[in-house]
């Protein structure tokens, strides 16, 4: 009877571990990141050398360049604007004791947050809006790839 009980038992052991202040230490790098950071580094690359780039050619650099196009990747790399929703509903309003037939409009507003993509958690590209449109400002100093440097010191190589 007693061999029966302590196979069903579970033991519990009690792990002790001296408490610290320092901070945790982790990986330096992450794998799953480092696919995300290559591809947004990819995109970055594709723009040179322009300072601003349109949010809908960014887009569509990742559809036919990059070959990401399902939604929600999309979405999570280049992240969303903040914007309005409007939506405009007609109805016509049929009084049952006069018979009268009154047309109305309702307009429903939804006020949108805006979301921060990948490109902006690593400082590559920065949002903004202009003229109602979305524009991004690129970095390419956070890059890790020096094409950059190369490209910017010619002219200067050439002047002397």
């Known amino acids: 009877m007693s061999e029966e009980i302590l ?4 033991v519990h052991e009690v792990i002790k571990r001296p408490y610290t202040t320092e901070a945790k230490k982790w990986p330096k790098h992450r794998r799953k990141l480092e696919t995300v950071r290559e591809r947004c580094e990819d995109l970055i690359e594709l723009q040179w050398p322009m300072k601003e780039v349109g949010y809908s050619k960014l887009k569509m650099d990742m559809i036919i360049k990059l070959g990401l196009c399902d939604r929600t990747t999309l979405g999570a790399y280049l992240g969303r604007p903040k914007h309005t929703n409007i939506r405009r509903v007609n109805q016509e309003v049929r009084y049952m004791s006069s018979g009268a037939i009154v047309p109305k409009e309702h307009t429903f507003r939804e006020k949108v947050a805006g979301k921060t993509g990948y490109l902006e958690v690593f400082c590559l ?3 903004f809006m202009k003229n109602g449109k979305a524009y991004f400002q690129i970095h390419y100093e956070n890059s890790n790839r020096p094409y950059h440097y190369r490209e910017s010191l010619e002219p200067h190589i050439h002047q002397e």
């Open 7 to 10: 196979r069903k038992t579970v």
């Open 125 to 127: 590209a920065t949002m």
